[in-house]
């Protein structure tokens, strides 16, 4: 990668019992000289700590392939008549996403996003997002 000007890496594996979570890449120019021991010790405690907080996030693991719950969320979708802008809101929901997130990540105004929330609302006849979260927990399971 020096091309880029990128000369030094060193990575971490982010792992909770043996399941792989991700990983942290760091790189840096020539100039900027090599990772020290001290930020390399660093890097490990930041990857131990992300490796609970995903294994918190992620009880199940994360799959490397969501196939399964990719298709029975779009078999849900398409029962509920979903469009499918609301089921990128519905997504970014069932993510944990606040409005303003969703709003910033899907380039919409924060009342857009609302207006798709309540449509997905009226759709599932739930009234907020634990109603959502359960509704999507029944059929993933």
């Known amino acids: 990668m020096e091309p880029q000007g990128v000369y030094f890496g060193c990575t971490a594996t982010l792992?909770?019992?043996d399941s792989p979570l991700g990983s942290i890449a760091l790189?840096?120019?020539?100039?900027?000289?090599?990772?020290?021991?001290?930020?390399?010790?660093?890097?490990?405690?930041?990857?131990?700590?992300a490796s609970l907080a995903l294994a918190n996030l992620y009880p199940r693991g994360i799959k490397l392939t969501q196939t399964?719950?990719?298709?029975?969320?779009?078999?849900?979708?398409?029962e509920h008549n979903i469009q499918p802008?609301?089921?990128e809101v519905m997504r970014l929901m069932?993510?944990?996403k606040t409005n303003?997130?969703?709003?910033?990540?899907?380039?919409?105004?924060?009342?857009?996003v609302k207006k798709h929330v309540n449509a997905i609302y009226r759709k599932?006849?739930?009234?907020n997002r634990l109603g959502l979260m359960t509704a999507a927990q029944n059929i993933l399971r």
């Open 15 to 17: 792992a909770h019992n």
């Open 100 to 112: 303003k997130q969703m709003a910033n990540e899907l380039f919409i105004s924060e009342s857009t």
């Open 27 to 49: 790189f840096r120019e020539r100039t900027a000289g090599d990772f020290t021991d001290t930020e390399l010790a660093i890097l490990l405690e930041i990857a131990r700590h």
């Open 85 to 87: 802008r609301e089921a």
């Open 94 to 96: 069932l993510d944990g």
């Open 68 to 78: 399964e719950d990719t298709n029975q969320l779009n078999a849900f979708i398409t």
């Open 124 to 127: 599932l006849g739930v009234s």
